[in-house]
Structures are given as C-alpha cells and as structure tokens.
C-alpha cells in the first residue's frame, strides 16, 4: 500500500457497509507546532487582553480553536516540555512526538527551544539544552546576546540602567529575572527572529519535499531577559500600562508552599512599584515581538500554499506571575502560572472556542488524531479532536498539574492545591476568578475540597509512571 492509502484509511472512519466518513473535509498532512516560552494566556489580544498587541496570534485564533482552559502540567521549563513532548504528566515512557511521527515515515526538525534550554545560558551559548535528539531529522539552535545586547540595559529590581556592555548581570537569580535591554538593533540580532528565518527557510524546502513534516519552532520570548528592538517598548510608554490589583494582604491565607519562591519583597521589586509596571510594559514588548515572528511563519505558509495541508499548534510551556498576589515568575499552580495559550488550526475544521479543561499532554494524542496516525499505549493526553469537531464537548473533569511542593487540580468552576505538608487552596473560579479567597476552611465547602481532593487522588492514581 503507498503512502496515500494509508492515510486515507487512517484518517476516515469505516462505517458499517463501508461508508467512509472523512475525519475533516481537508487533508491533512504535516503540523507546524510553535511554542511561547513563559507566556501567560491572558497576555494575548484572543485571549482578552486589551492593551498587549498580538496581530498575528489573534488572526491564527480567528482561524482556528482557541482553547480557554489550558493547563501545563509541569510548573516550569523543563517538566512541561518533557510532559507535552511525551504527553506523560511527569517522567518519560514510550517515544516523543517527534521519534513517533519519524517511525511513521516523517521529516521532525526543531528550530530554537522545544525540551528545555537553559535561557539565557544555552541561548547565549547557541548549545542543545536538554534535548532529545532522536526526536528530529534536523535541528537548529538560534543563538542571541540576551541581556548582553547592545543598547539600553535595565535591571528593575535595582532600579539600574545602562547602556554599557559591561557588568550586566545577567545570570544570577533574582537579577536575570529583572533585566531588559532596549535593543540598538533592528531584531535580526534576536534568537526569536532567527528561529522564525530559520523555519522560513525550511518550510521553503518542505513545500517541494515528498514526505509529511512535522515541524517545531519553540520561541524565547517572553521569557527574561526582555529584549526587543526599540519600536515594541515604545508600543508600551509606562502611563498605557495599568497596575495588576494586589490586595496588600494577599498572601496571608496562601499556605507557605503555595507562595512562589520570588515575590515583590525577595526580588527587591517591591521597592519600586514603578518598576513593576515597566515589568508588564517590557513582557508586553516581548510578546508582541515574539508575535510578528509567528506572523512571518504563517506568512509562508500562505505562500507556499501549505495552510490547506497543514495543522498549526500554537502555545507555551507555562505562564508567569508578574506581582500578581505578590508573587513573580513561576513554578506555583495558581491562574497566572498554570494557565497557557492553545490555539489549534487545523484545516477543514471550523474556528471556534472551546471552554472544556484540557491539558498539554492532550497536543501529541490530537497531532496524531489529526495525521492519521496510531497514538502509541504510552501517551496519557486526550485527543482533543472531538472538541474540533464540537466546541461545546467536554474532554476531562479536570487538569492536574506537578510540582516538588504539591499537586493542583482545575476543574471548570474550582481550583484545588495540596501541598507536600498536607497545607491546601481552594478557589471558587466563577466567583473570585482572580484567586483572591482561600476558601479551604470554609465550613459550607468541605463537600467540595473532600471531592477536589478524592479527584486529584483517582487522577493522580491513574498517571502514576
Ligand atoms: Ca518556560
């Protein structure tokens, strides 16, 4: 059998008397999987935000399934991208994306950061990072200066700035989290500008190659350092910018180890409220950089006429807390860590919305769904197909997300915590969707954490490596 038969039998169901019902009324042959690094849903324009532009994500959104109730399954860099990669909530079994579809007769290339690279370290290095070379045919490293670029250095938890090369800090913690650099160049000298060259080029060769791609490009941005050509800081003068609201009490009934390791008082930030809306202005900055990177992607796409053949994934390994609740950066399990961006346009499938809970784990089981491809025993996700199909279906009761202090648990209207101590959160989301109000104390909800918390057990029981 050629390559076509098998697709087509793959990628159609077989009724009863041999009615063939296509899976979409596209064929879909390859996927372009783009991933954010440290990006929050809400900073995106589809996702609601009102003063951050994202032109091209918004028009990919348009196009495709924007899905609200994402979560990583991983609290930072590292975990999350092995967890969407293997679509294993923590730990490896089985192949990755990349190895499966290169079984099935694939071209798999990497351009930039997919599993984790140390940023700015493998980025100022131009190395791997932790990768899983087995994953790709090829890969390409997009290596940049970061916090070394020339132009304006800014380190706003000391409320420093610069434009000397030397001296900057850029590796130590809390500092590297706090830097920015206005940059002198035109953004051809960026790591994310290179990845989106990089991908051009090879989608170029791709449109005239015989085998199906699946093609990754993982972004820098937003990640710290904040560095972007002039012209998207001056998108953001400080005075556009409002201040996140955080109640000066805020972390009184947040347990010990639901209270991020960097907050306004550990960074030093604290001491310059100003500074924590530059903070917002410069993340910005960088997304709306990283955003036209996306754009020149789809670009060509258009151009080589590959939208109608092929599934654009767009999304970020977690998000970030920027002194919301007092807390900065991530690894912790509330809204602004935990939520990311998922956007899926695949071709023959309607835009829409979808409200259900859904998991990064879920993108390697749908990629395969879409290709026609067998989803291989050891994948944990959830084809997230039948969502493309109908906007309103519901895949999962919940998401779980790992963490060395705990576990958290959303549920379409509750979040839930437990930490390693046994010390526990749970917010009512239709209520104080802003995570304002521990309510686990509250006499009238014990029902409700006693269920939050057998569900994280049965779900948690049934991931078990
Ligand atoms: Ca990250």
Redesign the pocket.
């Known amino acids: 059998m050629n390559r076509y038969n098998v697709m087509c039998l793959a990628s159609s169901l077989i009724l009863a008397g041999g009615w063939e019902v296509p899976l979409s009324s596209a064929e879909i042959k390859n996927v372009v999987f783009l991933v954010s ?2 990006l929050k849903a809400s900073a995106l324009g589809c996702y609601g935000n009102e003063v951050c532009q994202t032109p091209n994500l918004d028009v990919l959104a348009e196009s495709g399934m924007v899905f609200e109730g994402t979560y990583c399954q991983g609290t ?2 590292g975990p ?2 092995r967890s969407f990669m293997y679509s294993r909530y923590s730990g490896e079994r089985g192949k990755t994306i990349g190895e499966h579809l290169i079984s099935q007769g694939f071209y798999s290339a990497r351009v930039g950061k997919i599993f984790h690279m140390r ?1 700015p370290g493998d980025i100022i290095a131009g190395t791997d990072g932790v990768d899983v070379k087995e994953t790709w045919t090829e890969r390409f490293n997009t290596q940049g200066k970061e916090a070394h670029t020339d132009g304006l250095y800014r380190l706003l938890n000391h409320n420093l700035s610069t434009r000397a090369p030397e001296n900057r800090q850029s590796t130590k913690m809390p500092y590297r989290m706090f830097a920015s650099v206005v940059s002198d160049g035109d953004g051809s000298e960026q790591p994310d500008f290179k990845a989106a060259v990089k991908t051009v080029e090879l989608l170029e060769k791709r449109a005239v190659a015989e085998d199906r791609f699946f093609l990754a490009t993982g972004f820098v941005r937003p ?1 710290y350092p904040s560095v972007a050509p002039k012209k998207y800081f001056d998108m953001y003068p400080l005075d556009s910018i409002p201040a996140p609201h955080v109640p000066e009490d805020d972390l009184d009934d947040i347990p010990e180890l639901g209270i991020a390791k960097m907050t306004d008082e550990s960074s030093g930030i604290g001491n310059y409220p100003d500074n924590i809306r530059q903070m917002w202005a410069d993340y910005y900055a960088t997304v709306t950089f990283m955003d036209e990177q996306v754009g020149k992607v789809l670009a060509e796409l258009d151009a080589r006429g590959l939208r109608d053949s092929t599934v654009v994934i767009f999304t ?3 998000g ?1 807390h920027l002194g919301e609740h007092h807390m900065w950066q ?1 690894s912790n399990f509330h809204e602004e860590a935990a939520r990311v961006p998922l956007i899926i346009s695949a071709p023959g499938f309607k835009p829409g919305r979808s409200l259900s809970i859904t998991e990064l784990v879920d993108i390697y089981p749908t990629i395969c769904e879409l290709l026609g491809v067998v989803i291989p025993k050891e994948v944990q996700g959830t084809s997230l197909v039948p969502i493309l199909r109908d906007p309103e279906t519901m895949v999962k009761e919940a998401s779980l997300t790992l963490d060395r202090s705990g576990r958290g648990l959303r549920a379409p209207d509750w979040a839930y915590m437990r930490y390693k101590d046994g010390t526990e959160e749970l917010y009512d989301m239709v209520n104080d969707p802003g995570q304002f109000t521990n309510a686990v104390d509250r006499e009238e909800l014990s029902g409700k954490k006693l269920e939050m918390s057998e569900l994280l057990d049965e779900i948690e029981q049934k991931v078990k490596n």
């Open positions: 690094d440290d930072s860099c999350s991208r940023v990640h970020s390994d977690h970030y991530k």
